[in-house]
């Protein structure tokens, strides 16, 4: 069975431009949650979708959105990129959030370097 | 708010003999979940394993096991027999009913021949 996949697996961008980023879940399961991880750190929660309405939404600036698709995939944007935008983003989908939520299953990130 | 703290950054491990990684948490709900996932220099981040807070016994995954001690808010991770396959930086998280995942600052675990 297939698992999270997430494209790009590496993309180079400039100071001001914009960026999306994909992910497809785990076939069956109607959420997705993306995390950005800075080198060296934990991950952080930026958004989660679940049956294609937002859920929750960390602690970002506006600069960031998310969508999900009817067929359950996500797309991050990250508008007006910033030096420190530059990170690993992951994408974790799940069959459920409640009552009990499902264990969430990680895609192999999107590695994001803005110049 | 919910906190998970790692206080170890760095452990090492001769191959075949027992390590244990130490995590600590903070929530104020009394439904939570609590995992330990392992990332590779790949940075893939897999699911190691589980613990639901309403669950007395603590979970056992092969040779992966956890210390879930409820009052004192820690949930430690036990490896045995490590392999050099264990190596990579660990990370605790804990989450309630929203699903949204709170990490900790992970441990970095080397295992020596």
């Known amino acids: 069975d297939a698992g999270v996949t997430q494209s790009p697996t590496h993309l180079i961008k400039t100071r001001g431009q914009h960026v999306t980023l994909r992910c497809s879940p785990i076939?069956?399961?109607?959420?997705v949650s993306w995390y950005q991880q800075v080198l060296g750190q934990g991950p952080q929660f930026i958004f989660q979708?679940?049956?294609?309405?937002?859920?929750g939404r960390g602690n970002f600036p506006d600069r960031f959105s998310a969508r999900q698709f009817p067929n359950y995939s996500s797309e991050l944007n990250v508008n007006a990129l910033l030096l420190g935008d530059s990170a690993l983003y992951l994408c974790?989908?799940?069959?459920?959030?409640?009552?009990?939520?499902?264990?969430?299953?990680f895609g192999p990130g999107t590695r994001l370097t803005v110049l | 708010a919910q906190t998970v703290t790692q206080s170890q950054p760095e452990m090492s491990v001769q191959e075949a003999e027992t390590v244990t990684l130490s995590c600590t948490y903070d929530?104020?709900?009394?439904?939570?979940?609590l995992f330990w996932y392992k990332q590779p220099p790949s940075r893939q981040m897999i699911l190691v394993i589980r613990?639901?807070?309403?669950?007395?016994q603590n979970a056992t995954e092969n040779r992966f096991s956890v210390n879930f001690q409820k009052a004192a808010k820690s949930f430690s991770l036990k490896i045995s027999d490590s392999q050099l396959g264990d190596a990579a930086m660990y990370f605790c998280?804990?989450?309630?009913?929203?699903?949204?995942?709170?990490f900790g600052q992970g441990t970095t675990l080397q295992v020596k021949p």
């Open positions: 974790a989908s799940s069959s459920r959030l409640a009552p009990i939520p499902d264990t969430q299953y």
């Open positions: 076939s069956g399961h109607k959420s």
């Open positions: 979708y679940y049956e294609k309405e937002e859920r």
């Open positions: 929530t104020s709900e009394s439904d939570y979940y």
């Open positions: 613990q639901e807070a309403y669950k007395q």
């Open positions: 998280a804990s989450t309630v009913n929203t699903g949204k995942l709170i």
